[in-house]
């Protein structure tokens, strides 16, 4: 189990009766719920950011090569995986 430190929180009066309440009713402490949000928070975050540095790569990846697929034939194989075809992603063409 990872070391855990304590990190004081300012919330508004509103916010932390809101919390305190959705605790309340799921059965859990204030604490679980907000530690689980911000779990849930820096996951899809940092999904985000891994999603953004893959385009950005693939920019910078298109604009030393070229390589690239069009629309179509994207679209194409999508639709070929879709109805279930094992096929090959088309091939790259500059």
Same mark, same amino acid.
């Given at each position: 189990?990872?070391?855990?430190?304590?990190?004081?929180?300012?919330? %508004? %009066?509103?916010?932390? %009766?809101?919390?305190?309440r959705? #605790?309340?009713? +799921?059965?859990?402490?204030?604490?679980?719920?907000? +530690?689980?949000?911000?779990?849930?928070?820096?996951?899809?975050?940092?999904?985000?950011?891994?999603?953004?540095?893959?385009?950005?790569? #693939?920019? /910078?990846?298109?604009? &030393?090569?070229? /390589?690239?697929?069009s629309?179509?034939?994207?679209?194409?194989?999508? #639709?070929?995986?879709?109805?279930?075809?094992?096929?090959?992603?088309? &091939?790259?063409? %500059?």
């Amino acid at each position: 189990m990872a070391a855990s430190s304590t990190t004081s929180l300012k919330l %508004d %009066d509103d916010i932390k %009766d809101r919390v305190q309440r959705l #605790a309340t009713a +799921r059965r859990r402490s204030s604490h679980w719920l907000m +530690r689980e949000a911000i779990e849930q928070y820096v996951d899809r975050e940092e999904e985000r950011e891994r999603a953004r540095q893959s385009a950005l790569d #693939a920019w /910078a990846a298109y604009k &030393a090569t070229g /390589a690239h697929v069009s629309a179509e034939e994207a679209d194409a194989w999508l #639709a070929r995986l879709e109805a279930g075809e094992s096929t090959p992603p088309p &091939a790259v063409h %500059d």
